[in-house]
């Protein structure tokens, strides 16, 4: 039965998926190939950072360019609502067929947001694992009105070089595997909101994004400088988890209570510590709140070395508790753990201290 013709309405769900994804040693120099492969074969700016021109933009440039497109460089510093005006500016002046995004979050979450506004594919080249934004169609951006993601677009492609990766902090990797693991208590506060809200969950996109985070911490050993496999794995989830969004039109499967205290944290302490490490220890605390094995997830954080504790994020005892207890305000529309505990003061900091945070 048409159900237009009765007059019911037609759900439509949107689903936009990387068309190619690679990963490995050396795979930057094959950048032209896959851009040729997609149909890029004239124009193309690359969206960089000053450091990450060096480590990979310049190397991308020239492989472009020896391939016959012609290839425009913005360099970008920095992650705010003005940056991403100016690489849509450059975009609307130039026109190119298509944004590379090389660098870090901050520089693949510029490139991503700005290409979209303009229509333009964008192609995600990061230097670093530290979360998920490298494959994600959300973008993390400063001077939005709340410290949360917007909607851009999904990479058309992602070419991940383990070779260059490798080269970046170890801590970059070790927040990247907190991020995955927040997973966890992601998918809890997903089906909580099912359950006692009505609101639409994806079994899928759930399924994939749990599947993530289990591959990590059941190869918490295998992740650390001087492992290929490792990094690998890691790669291969946070490429998924951005696929999980992509699949549920939302963060939901990969964003939740655990989120939410990154966030309060980032409001009461900017840049005391790293996104994907915030929302390990607020995993901790959240499975704790969920009735889970928090205590796995601490062990596996410990074992990867990521923080656990809000010594090791920087923070003091009642930055973490304040945090805790102000973070489901952040997103009041967002149902998870904590509101349905809607924990005061006191039980926060229960809750913190059970768990070893504090």
Known sequence: MDLAVVGLPLKHHWMQLPREVIVGEGVIERVAEISHRLGFTSSA????????????????????????????????DSATLWDVRAVEEKIKTLKPQVVFGVGGGTKIDIAKLSSARQGVPFISVPTTASHDGIASPLSSIKGLEKPFSVMAQAPIAIIADTNIIKRASYRLIASGCGDVIAKFTAVKDWKLARDEKGEYYGEYAASLALMSAELVMQNAKLINPE???????????????GVAMSIAGSSRPCSGSE?????????????????????GVGTIMMAY??????????ETLEIIGAPTTAE???????????????ASSIRPERYTILNKLNLSLEECEKVAKSTGVI
Request: net charge negative; aromatic share 4%.
């Open 312 to 326: 090791g994020l920087g923070l003091t005892k009642d930055e973490v508790v304040k945090a805790l207890c102000m």
């Open 227 to 241: 492992n290929e496999e490792g990094l690998r794995v890691l790669l291969e989830a946070l490429i998924s988890c």
């Open 289 to 298: 709140l969920h009735g889970a094995d928090w205590k796995h997830i601490k």
């Open 45 to 76: 700016l690359i969206v960089t950072g000053s450091r990450t021109w060096d480590v990979a933009g310049k190397t991308v440039k020239a492989i472009l360019e020896g391939d016959g497109l012609k290839v425009e460089t913005l360099i970008v």
């Open 259 to 279: 989120h939410l205290f990154s966030h309060a944290l980032d409001l009461i302490k900017p840049n005391s510590s790293m996104h994907g490490e915030r929302c």
